[in-house]
C-alpha cells in the first residue's frame, strides 16, 4: 500500500501541473477556435523569464511570479492573437497549424538566443514545508502545485459562468457575428482568452521546471503532454480535461514504478503522454471541429509534361556542373539538400495536393533509413524495399484514424512522431540510444557508386524522377480527384465516392516517398543515427516546405535548400551574436508570414517568370514591326491577357508567336490568346 500510495501521489501532482496547462489550452481553443501547438513553448519561454527575474536579476519569488503571470505572459498573449493568430480561426488547418508550429520554433529560437545553454536551477516553492502521507513525503512545492490547479479550476468556472465577460466568451464560442450584433466585442474576447491562457501556460511551466530543469525541449515536451489532457475533453469540456489530466498523471507515474527496467514493456514508460493522446484522438468519439480541410487553394501551375523533362535536364545539368566545385563535406550538404527535398515532394503529395496535414514526414524517412541499413543490400531491389516498407507504416498509421480529419488527424501524426523518436528509433534492435548504424553506398548493375559527388547526382535524379511522378499523377484523374478531396470532401461524400481508402493509399505513397529519400541519405552518410530524424528536425521541415512552397515541385527544392542551410547558418556568428537561436526566430517568423501563401517563394518565383516572359514577348513584338494590323492587335492581346486555357496551349501559343510564323491566327479564340500571357516556367 505504501508503495501505491508513493506512485499515486506524485502521480496526482504531475497530473495537476497538466491540467493547469490543458485548461489554458482548452480555454484559447474554445473562444477563437485556434488550436496553439506552441502553447508549451510559451511556458518554457516564460519559465526562463522567471528564473531571470528570480535568480539572475535577484527579485523577490513573489513579484517574479506576478511580473511573469500577470504583465509580461498576459502581454504576450495580446501581441500573439492580435497580431499573429487574428482571424485565424476561420482559417484552414494547414494554416492554423502551420502558423502555431512556428511560434514553436521561433519561442524555443527565442529562448536559445536569449539564454543559451548553461547550467541552471529553480528552487521549488516552500522548500522547508511538507508533510508525510504514509512513507511518503509531500513536499510543499506539490502541494502548491495542487493548490494552485484547484484555485485554476474554480476560477475558470466563476470567470465563464458567474461573470458577463465569461458569457461572451461562451457566445463567441457558438457565433461571434451575434455577439457583435449584440453590442459584444469578440476581439477583445479573444484577447483576454489568449491573455488568461497564456498566463496558465507560464504558470504550469514554472510549477514543472523544478521537475525537469530549464530544458528547451523537455520543459516544452513536457507541457505539450497536456495535449492528450485536452483531447479528453475534447477540447471544449474543462471538467474533462481535468479529469484526462489526471490520468495521465497517475498513468505516467505507474508506469514508472510498476514497469521493471528489465521488462519488456520498459520501452513504454518514457511514451506513456504520447500513447495516451493517440489513444484519446482514436478512441474518443470526434467532436465536430470548426477548424475544416485546406480549402480554396490557388495552387501553382502544373507544368507541361515537355517542360517537366526539360526543366529536369536543366537542374541535373546545373547540379553536375555545381558540384564540380565543391568539396567533400559540401557534397555532403548538398546531398542532405536533396534528401530533404525529396521528404518535401512527400509534403507536396500529402499536403498540398490532398489537403492532409503530417507532423511526423521525417519519421517515414528515419524508418526507410532504419530498413535500408538493416537489410544491407546496396541496391535498387534493396531501395524500393526500404520504400515499401515505409509505405507499409504509413497504411498502417493512416488505418486507425481513418475517420480523423484536420487538427485531429495532425496531432496523431505528431504522437506517431514523438513515439518513434523517442522509443522506436533509441531501442538498440534500431539505431540505440546515442548509437549509428552503418549503411553502404548504392549499386547499380553491378556498378558501386563510391564518389560522393556520384551519389549526388543519382540522388538529384530520384529528385527529378519523384518530382516528374508527382507533377504527372496532379496532371491525371487521380491528381483531380486529389484537388476535389481537398477542396470539398463534402461535395465527393455527396457523388458517391468513398475517400478513406484512397486517403490510405495516399498515406503510403506518401510514406513511400519519404523512406525513399531516408533510404539513399543513409547510403550517402553511410553512418545514421536516430537523432537525424528526431520529430523536432520534422516540424522544422514542415516549416521550410510552408515558407518555399508546399504545392510545387520548385517549392520542394527551395525548401530542401533552405532546410540544409539552416544547420550550417547556426553554426556562425554575426556581430560576434552566434545565429543558433536567430535562425529559429527567423524560419518561425517566415513560416507566420507565409502560411497564409502555401505556394510560398516559388510562388514569387512563378510570378517572377511571368514578368520576365511578357518581357521577352513585348521584346519579340517590337523587333517584328512587319505584322498585319489584326495581327498586332491579337499578338499585343496574347502577351498582356490574363490566366487563360491548360498549359499545352500556352506552349504552342507562345512558341507560335516567338517563332515569328506569322503571328498568332486571326481567327483564334480570344481565351486561347490570353493564355500566352498567363504562361509561366515551372
Known amino acids: 500500500m505504501d508503495k501505491f500510495i508513493a506512485y499515486t501521489l506524485p502521480g496526482l501532482f504531475t497530473g495537476a501541473a497538466y491540467a493547469i496547462a490543458a485548461s489554458g489550452l482548452v480555454l484559447t481553443y474554445t473562444t477563437t477556435r485556434v488550436f496553439n501547438i506552441a502553447h508549451g513553448a510559451m511556458g518554457m519561454v516564460m519559465s526562463f523569464l522567471f528564473w531571470d527575474f528570480s535568480v539572475r536579476q535577484g527579485l523577490p519569488v513573489w513579484l517574479s511570479l506576478i511580473l511573469v503571470l500577470f504583465v509580461v505572459a498576459p502581454l504576450i498573449g495580446v501581441f500573439v492573437q ?9 482559417a484552414p488547418v494547414s494554416v492554423s497549424l502551420v502558423v502555431t508550429v512556428a511560434m514553436f520554433v521561433g519561442l524555443i529560437g527565442t529562448a536559445t538566443a536569449i539564454w543559451p545553454s548553461e547550467p541552471r536551477s529553480v528552487q521549488p516553492f516552500f522548500t522547508g514545508v511538507s508533510l508525510t ?25 466563476v470567470l465563464l459562468n458567474r461573470t458577463r465577460i465569461g458569457t461572451a466568451m461562451r457566445a463567441s464560442v457558438d457565433n461571434p457575428e451575434l455577439l457583435q450584433l449584440f453590442g459584444g466585442k469578440p476581439e477583445t474576447v479573444a484577447a483576454l482568452a489568449w491573455a488568461v491562457g497564456t498566463s496558465l501556460a507560464a504558470l504550469a511551466g514554472i510549477l514543472l521546471v523544478s521537475v525537469v530543469g530549464l530544458d528547451y525541449y523537455q ?39 510498476y514497469i521493471p527496467p528489465e521488462s519488456a514493456f520498459s520501452d513504454l514508460r518514457p511514451i506513456v503522454p504520447p500513447l495516451f493522446l493517440f489513444a484519446a484522438l482514436v478512441l474518443l468519439p470526434q467532436a465536430p471541429l ?13 507544368p507541361t509534361p515537355s517542360r517537366i523533362a526539360v526543366s529536369g535536364i536543366v537542374l541535373v545539368v546545373a547540379v553536375f556542373v555545381l558540384t564540380g566545385t565543391l568539396s567533400e563535406p559540401n557534397l555532403l550538404l548538398a546531398g542532405t539538400a536533396a534528401t530533404f527535398a525529396i521528404v518535401m515532394l512527400s509534403l507536396v503529395l500529402l499536403t498540398g495536393y490532398g489537403g492532409h496535414v503530417s507532423l511526423s514526414q521525417l519519421s ?44 485531429y488527424l495532425a496531432l496523431s501524426t505528431l504522437a506517431f512522431g514523438v513515439i518513434m523518436d523517442k522509443v522506436v528509433f533509441q531501442d538498440e534492435r534500431a539505431f540505440g540510444f546515442g548509437g549509428a548504424l552503418e549503411a553502404r553506398r548504392l549499386s547499380i548493375a553491378g556498378v558501386d557508386i ?37 477542396d470539398s470532401p463534402a461535395a465527393c461524400g455527396t457523388l458517391g465516392l468513398d475517400l478513406r481508402w484512397f486517403r490510405v493509399g495516399l498515406f503510403a505513397a506518401s510514406a513511400g516517398v519519404a523512406g525513399l529519400a531516408g533510404a539513399l541519405f543513409a547510403g550517402l552518410r553511410q553512418t545514421i543515427g536516430a537523432s537525424d530524424f528526431s520529430y523536432f528536425q520534422g516540424l522544422l521541415l514542415l516549416l521550410l516546405a510552408v515558407v518555399a512552397g508546399m504545392t510545387s515541385v520548385t517549392g520542394a527544392a527551395l525548401g530542401g535548400l533552405g532546410l540544409m542551410l539552416l544547420p550550417v547558418l547556426q553554426a556562425k556568428e554575426a556581430f560576434g551574436v552566434p545565429l543558433g537561436g536567430i535562425m529559429f526566430i527567423i524560419v518561425g517568423v517566415g513560416a507566420v508570414l507565409a502560411a497564409r501563401d502555401p505556394n510560398g517563394l516559388a510562388n514569387q ?23 498585319g494590323p489584326g495581327r498586332a492587335a491579337a499578338w499585343d492581346e496574347g502577351a498582356d491577357g490574363a490566366d487563360g486555357l491548360a498549359d499545352e496551349q500556352a506552349d504552342d501559343l507562345v512558341d507560335t508567336m516567338i517563332g515569328g510564323l506569322g503571328g498568332v491566327p486571326a481567327d483564334a479564340p480570344t481565351d486561347l490568346r490570353k493564355a500566352a500571357g498567363a504562361h509561366v516556367t515551372p
Not at 492580435?82 to 476561420?90: H, I, Q, S
Not at 504514509?134 to 468556472?157: E, W
Not at 470548426?290 to 502544373?302: F, H, L, N
Not at 541499413?373 to 493512416?398: E, Q, T, W, Y
Open 82 to 90: 492580435r497580431v499573429v493568430c487574428r482571424n485565424l480561426g476561420d
Open 133 to 157: 502521507v504514509g512513507d511518503t513525503i509531500v513536499t510543499g512545492h506539490q502541494i502548491t502545485t495542487v493548490l494552485a490547479s484547484v484555485a485554476v479550476a474554480g476560477g475558470l468556472y
Open 219 to 257: 520543459l516544452t515536451l513536457l507541457v505539450i503532454n497536456a495535449f492528450a489532457a485536452a483531447l479528453v475533453g475534447r477540447l471544449k469540456s474543462l471538467p474533462l480535461t481535468f479529469a484526462g489530466a489526471m490520468a495521465l498523471g497517475l498513468a505516467d507515474a505507474y508506469a514508472l514504478g
Open 290 to 302: 470548426r477548424i475544416g480541410q485546406v480549402k480554396g487553394i490557388v495552387a501553382a501551375p502544373v
Open 364 to 407: 517515414f524517412a528515419g524508418i526507410g533509413a532504419l530498413a535500408y541499413a538493416k537489410l544491407d543490400d546496396p541496391s535498387l531491389l534493396g531501395l524500393a524495399v526500404s520504400a515499401l516498407i515505409a509505405a507499409a507504416v504509413g497504411a498502417l498509421v493512416a488505418l486507425p484514424v481513418l475517420r480523423l480529419t484536420g487538427l
Open 450 to 486: 563510391a564518389s560522393t559527388r556520384s551519389y549526388v547526382m543519382l540522388m538529384v535524379v530520384f529528385f527529378v524522377l519523384v518530382g516528374a511522378a508527382v507533377l504527372m499523377m496532379r496532371r491525371g484523374a487521380i491528381g483531380r480527384l486529389l484537388i476535389a478531396m481537398r
Open 605 to 627: 518565383a512563378f510570378k517572377l517568370g511571368r514578368f520576365l516572359e511578357r518581357r521577352v514577348l513585348g521584346q519579340v513584338r517590337a523587333n517584328l514591326p512587319d505584322l
